[in-house]
């Protein structure tokens, strides 16, 4: 039976996933410029992570998908209006613009070898599933970590509890609104 050490430490931490909505699409109609898009999209997203306290553990999960960790819930959010408002403002060569989900869970993760794993970075996964491209969704563990304080201009929108593909429990979920974002009554992925 391996002991703690080797198994890593656990801590509570505020995982932000993204991914690109329709991605495959436009790989699929101009390869050439998706790369250098999604490229852009690397540089922003690592950007408005760092800015913010975070550190991108996978730029690159499944597909086009970014892992970004952070000590501080509202940390978090403050990254993710930055860099949803920073692809908004983007001109895209692609065929159409590109649209981000992003998922935010806190919770206990395991930290091994530079990654992090279990319970936590599934639900974070399942919630990013739940938005729609442009978005934000968060879990009510995100906002109670947050002490639901949001970054200025934004506004906390209660979306209730969904049930999350392939986990035990519906979970409670909520949208950053922002003048600049897609309207919350929108966010949910059907």
Do not use: C
């Not at 997203?45 to 952070?70: H, N, P, Y």
């Amino acid at each position: 039976m391996a002991d703690a050490a080797s198994r890593g430490r656990r801590q509570s931490k505020t995982l932000l996933l993204t991914d690109i909505q329709g991605s495959t699409r436009i790989w699929e109609h101009d390869p050439e410029v998706m790369g250098v898009a999604v490229a852009r999209h690397d540089e922003i997203v690592r950007a408005a992570t760092e800015v913010a306290g975070g550190r991108l553990v996978k730029s690159k999960g499944e597909g086009d998908s970014t892992f970004s960790v952070f000590d501080d819930a509202g940390a978090a959010l403050h990254a993710a209006v930055s860099l949803q408002r920073a692809l908004a403002a983007e001109a895209w060569l692609t065929s159409e613009p590109l649209r981000v989900r992003v998922g935010i869970h806190t919770g206990e993760v395991e930290l091994r070898d530079g990654d992090f794993y279990g319970r936590a970075v599934n639900r974070a996964a399942r919630i990013r599933e739940l938005a729609t491209g442009a978005s934000i969704v968060l879990s009510a563990a995100t906002v109670a970590a947050s002490d639901a304080h949001v970054p200025n201009g934004t506004d906390l929108v209660d979306l209730g509890a969904h049930q999350l593909r392939g986990l035990v429990g519906a979970e409670h979920v909520y949208a950053l609104a922002h003048p600049d974002l897609p309207d919350p009554d929108l966010l949910l992925a059907n």
